[in-house]
């Protein structure tokens, strides 16, 4: 399952590593947009399979964050 940016902005932190599990809610990565720290919770339970983006990076609305699995 891929997750992706519902907003234009900055990944400030990655919460998780690829191999570690994650449940459904869990907070995954957080994003600034709009001077605001937007969390990104986990569509559903499963493993990260990749990581798309790091601390730093730019991202797009709809722009691919990381691949759950």
């Known amino acids: 399952m891929e997750v992706k940016s519902k907003m234009p902005g900055k ?3 990655i919460k998780v590593n690829e191999g570690d599990s994650v449940k459904k809610g869990d907070v995954i990565a957080v994003i600034e947009a709009m001077k605001m720290k937007n969390p990104v ?3 559903a339970d499963g493993t990260v399979k990749e990581v ?6 730019r991202v797009n609305a709809g ?3 990381m691949v759950i699995e």
């Open 52 to 57: 798309k983006l790091a601390a730093g990076d």
């Open 63 to 65: 722009g691919l964050i």
């Open 41 to 43: 919770p986990s569509p």
């Open 11 to 13: 990944i400030l932190e």
